[in-house]
C-alpha cells in the first residue's frame, strides 16, 4: 500500500509539472482560434469571404484533428518551401505546430457558434438600429456583439472545454502535455490504469475550473436582462 | 484497492478473451514494424528474423502458433490480460521490464547505436568503434560516458517510446540532453531526416539496413556502442510471471535452434551479421 502511494505521488506531481504545456496550448489555441473565428463570421458578411469563409469552416470541421496534427507536423516538413523557408523555425517546433492545428480546427467550429447566435438577433432590432441612425460599426458594438456574446456563450464554453480535452492530441506529434508525459510514465512502470487515471484528474480539474468560471461569466451578463 | 480494479479488469478481459478463443494455439505478439525483427509485407503478412524464428521454434515444440501485431505501448497490456501467450519483439531484457514480465534465455544480442544526418554536428563523435558497457566497471567507462554527455549537451535526441533508451539519455547522459519521444520508428526517421531531432538513439539491428535505403543514406552512425543497464543485454522472448512451463519449453527449442545452426542461419539471413548472445 505504502509503494502505492509513494508511486501515486511521484506520478502525479511529473504529471503536474506538465500541466503549463496543456494550459499554454490550450490558451494560445483559445484565443488564436477565437480570433481567426471572429474573422470568419466576419468575413462571411462581405461578398468575396463569404466562399472563403466557408471553405474553411467546410475543410477543417469536416477532418479529423489528428490528421490535421499529422499534416501539419509531418506533412508541411516535406513540402520543400517550408523546409527550408523562413517559416521552418516555426513549423520545427511541435507546440507551434499543434497550436496551428488546434487554431485551424476549433475556429471552424466556433464561428459556425458565433453565427448561429448572430442569426439568432431579431432582425428587427438591427433595423431598428439602422433607423436611430446608427452606422455599421455602432450597430456591431452597441446592438449586435453584446447579445451574440450572451447567446453564444453557452456553446462558446463547450468547444473550449472541448479544445482543453483536444490538446492531448498534441502528445502524438512528441510534445510532452500531460498525455505526452502520462505515455512516457507509462513506458516504465507498465501501470497503464494508475497514470491515466492521474492524468484523468488534471483534465477534470482544468475542465471544471473552466466550467465555473463560464458559469460565474453568463451569471453576470445576464444580470440585468430580466431573466 | 487500484490493484484490485486491476485485477478485475484482468480477469474481465481474460473471461471475455477466452471465450473468443479456439483450441490451443499460442498467440504471439509482436509489433509488425520494426524491421528487420519483424514487419508488415503489402500483403499485410507477417516477415522478418521473429516470424521466421518463432515458426522454428514451434515447429520444435509440435504446438500451432499464431503471430498478431500490435503497438508495443499496448504489448505488455495484452500480455498480462491474456490476449496474447508470449511477445517476440525484439525485447530487450532490462531491469524495469524484468520486473513485470519472465524473460526466457537471449535469443540474440545487439546493441544501441547513435545515428545522425551526415555533416552534421554530431557526425564527428568520438569513440565511434569503441563499446560502452554500462554495467561493467571499467575506467575507460567514465571517460567515454563524459565525453559522450558532452557532445549530447543541448542536442535534441529522438527514441521510441520503449523506456530503454530514454533512461539510458535522462539516467546516464543526464539533463543536458533533450528527449523527444515517438509512437513508432517511422516518425522518429521522419523527424531525423527533416532535421528537426539532431540524433536518434536505436538498436544496430534496425540502423544498419535502414543506412543501405535510399533515405537512410542521407545518415550515419558514429560514437560508441552501448549496451546494459536500462539498454539491455540482449533479445529475449517475453511471457506472464506465472508461465513457468511454457518458458522452460521454450527454452529447451531456443537451445536445440542454437545447437544445429538454424538461429545462426536465421541471424546472417535478416541481419547479415552474427547476433548470437555471450
Known amino acids: 500500500m505504502n509503494e502505492e502511494i509513494a508511486f501515486l505521488t511521484v506520478t502525479g506531481l511529473a504529471i503536474v509539472r506538465a500541466l503549463p504545456v496543456t494550459v499554454v496550448l490550450a490558451l494560445t489555441s483559445a484565443l488564436g482560434a477565437s480570433a481567426v473565428a471572429v474573422a470568419l463570421v466576419a468575413a462571411q458578411a462581405t461578398r468575396v469571404g463569404r466562399p472563403l469563409a466557408q471553405v474553411w469552416i467546410f475543410v477543417f470541421r469536416g477532418t479529423p484533428l489528428l490528421l490535421q496534427m499529422f499534416m501539419v507536423y509531418y506533412g508541411l516538413a516535406a513540402v520543400g518551401p517550408i523546409r527550408h523557408g523562413l517559416l521552418w523555425p516555426l513549423f520545427r517546433d511541435p507546440l507551434f505546430c499543434a497550436f496551428a492545428a488546434m487554431t485551424c480546427c476549433c475556429s471552424a467550429y466556433i464561428a459556425e457558434v458565433l453565427r448561429a447566435a448572430w442569426q439568432a438577433i431579431p432582425p428587427g432590432q438591427v433595423e431598428a438600429a439602422q433607423a436611430c441612425g446608427m452606422s455599421r460599426w455602432t450597430r456591431v458594438r452597441r446592438v449586435i456583439a453584446p447579445q451574440m456574446l450572451r447567446l453564444a456563450l453557452p456553446a462558446y464554453g463547450n468547444e473550449l472545454v472541448m479544445l482543453i480535452k483536444s490538446t492531448s492530441l498534441a502528445s502524438t506529434i512528441t510534445v510532452l502535455d500531460v498525455t505526452g508525459v502520462a505515455q512516457t510514465l507509462i513506458a516504465h512502470s507498465y501501470r497503464t490504469l494508475e497514470v491515466f487515471c492521474l492524468a484523468a484528474a488534471v483534465y477534470l480539474g482544468l475542465t471544471a475550473g473552466l466550467t465555473a468560471l463560464l458559469r460565474r461569466i453568463e451569471r453576470n451578463l445576464e444580470r440585468g436582462t430580466g431573466r | ?278
Request: proline letters at 4%; a neutral charge; glycine letters at 12%.
Open chain 2, 1 to 278: 484497492m487500484i490493484r484490485a480494479g486491476v485485477l478485475a479488469l484482468a480477469l474481465l478481459a481474460g473471461a471475455c478473451h477466452g471465450a473468443a478463443r479456439s483450441g490451443d494455439d499460442l498467440v504471439i505478439g509482436t509489433e509488425g514494424a520494426y524491421p528487420p525483427w519483424n514487419f508488415t509485407r503489402a500483403d499485410g503478412t507477417l516477415a522478418g528474423f521473429e516470424p521466421d524464428y518463432l515458426r522454428d521454434l514451434c515447429a520444435r515444440l509440435h504446438r500451432p502458433c499464431r503471430m498478431v501485431a500490435m503497438d508495443w505501448d499496448g504489448m505488455i497490456g495484452a500480455l498480462q490480460t491474456g490476449k496474447i501467450d508470449l511477445i517476440a519483439d525484439a525485447v530487450q531484457i532490462t531491469p524495469d521490464r524484468a520486473a513485470v514480465l519472465a524473460f526466457g534465455r537471449p535469443y540474440a544480442m545487439t546493441t544501441g547505436v547513435i545515428a545522425t544526418l551526415r555533416g552534421s554536428a554530431l557526425s564527428r563523435l568520438a569513440d565511434t568503434g569503441a563499446t560502452l558497457d554500462v554495467d561493467r566497471p571499467d575506467p575507460l567507462r567514465e571517460d567515454i560516458t563524459d565525453r559522450l554527455r558532452k557532445a549530447l549537451a543541448g542536442k535534441v535526441v529522438g527514441v521510441e517510446l520503449s523506456g530503454a533508451f530514454d533512461a539510458f539519455l535522462t539516467q546516464t547522459i543526464g539533463p543536458g540532453v533533450t528527449v523527444r519521444y515517438y509512437r513508432t520508428m517511422g516518425e522518429r526517421d521522419l523527424d531525423l531526416l527533416n532535421g528537426r531531432i539532431d540524433a536518434t538513439l536505436e538498436d544496430e539491428s534496425y540502423i544498419r539496413p535502414l543506412l543501405a535505403t535510399r533515405d537512410g543514406t542521407a545518415l550515419v552512425m558514429v560514437g560508441p556502442r552501448l549496451v546494459g543497464g536500462s539498454l539491455g543485454r540482449g533479445e529475449a522472448l517475453a511471457f506472464r510471471k506465472g508461465d513457468t512451463a511454457l518458458r522452460a519449453d521454450f527454452d529447451r527449442a531456443i537451445g536445440a535452434s542454437r545447437a544445429d545452426g538454424t538461429v545462426h542461419r536465421l541471424y546472417l539471413q535478416w541481419f547479415r551479421m552474427d547476433a548470437s548472445p555471450q
